[in-house]
Structure formats: structure tokens, C-alpha cells
């Protein structure tokens, strides 16, 4: 579980457990890498790997930014930076905020391009 930690600048740490009824173990370390304040964590799982990249909202910033780290283990983290100062570009918006990235099928995609060709 990842979540926004008050505990100094507000940032994302995270909590595991054997199951959602489990046990929680508050893990103390900081995931992100940020000296601003963020929030909004979002975790997917990259298609066809074992990577997970954990997307936050940085609202301590202007513009606001998002940022990202990847992991494997969910022990280690590595940054990929923020939009469009790392590896994640950005494309028709600026100043994102509270994002969210879900899984969808071929068939979805092909719906959503041909109503919204770009």
C-alpha cells in the first residue's frame, strides 16, 4: 500500500502485508526523492514485465509535476524523473494533477482512438 506520509514535507512512503486484512508493517523509509511536497500515489504494473512504476502528484512545486519510480521488489526504487524531465513525456496538458493509469484491453484502445482520433 502505497500512501502520503505527514510526517515532515508530505511524501509518499509505503506499508506491506501478507494479505488486506494482515498485519500492516509501516515501512519508514521515503519512496519518493522529492524536496516538495506530493501526494496521490498510483502503482501499475508495466505489461509484460515484473516492473511496477509508482506515479505521485507533486504539488509542491509550480508548475505541478508528476513523479516516478519503478521497482521490482518493492524494497528498491529508481527514479525515472518527472514528465517531460525523464523517461515519461506528456502530450496536450500541462500542470497534471491526481492521475491515474488502469488497464485496458486492445479492443478498449481501438474504441477510445477511433472516438477521439488525435
Given amino acids: 500500500m502505497m500512501y502520503v506520509a505527514h510526517d515532515g514535507t508530505p511524501g509518499i512512503k509505503h506499508a ?3 494479505s488486506l486484512s494482515g498485519k ?6 521515503w519512496i519518493d526523492n522529492e524536496k516538495h511536497a506530493c501526494e496521490a500515489p498510483n502503482v501499475w504494473k508495466r ?3 515484473d516492473r511496477y512504476v509508482l506515479m505521485y502528484d507533486i504539488y509542491g512545486i509550480e508548475p505541478h509535476n508528476f513523479g516516478f519510480m519503478e521497482t521490482t521488489d518493492f524494497k528498491t526504487f529508481t527514479s525515472l ?4 524531465e525523464g523517461v515519461m513525456k506528456t502530450e496536450g496538458f500541462t500542470s497534471p494533477k ?3 493509469v488502469i488497464p485496458i484491453t486492445a479492443a478498449e484502445a481501438k474504441r477510445l482512438i477511433d472516438r477521439y482520433p488525435i
Fill in 81 to 84: 524523473g518527472r514528465f517531460n
Fill in 16 to 18: 506491506v502485508a501478507d
Fill in 98 to 100: 491526481h492521475g491515474a
Fill in 24 to 29: 500492516w508493517e509501516y515501512i519508514d523509509e
Fill in 47 to 49: 505489461v509484460g514485465t
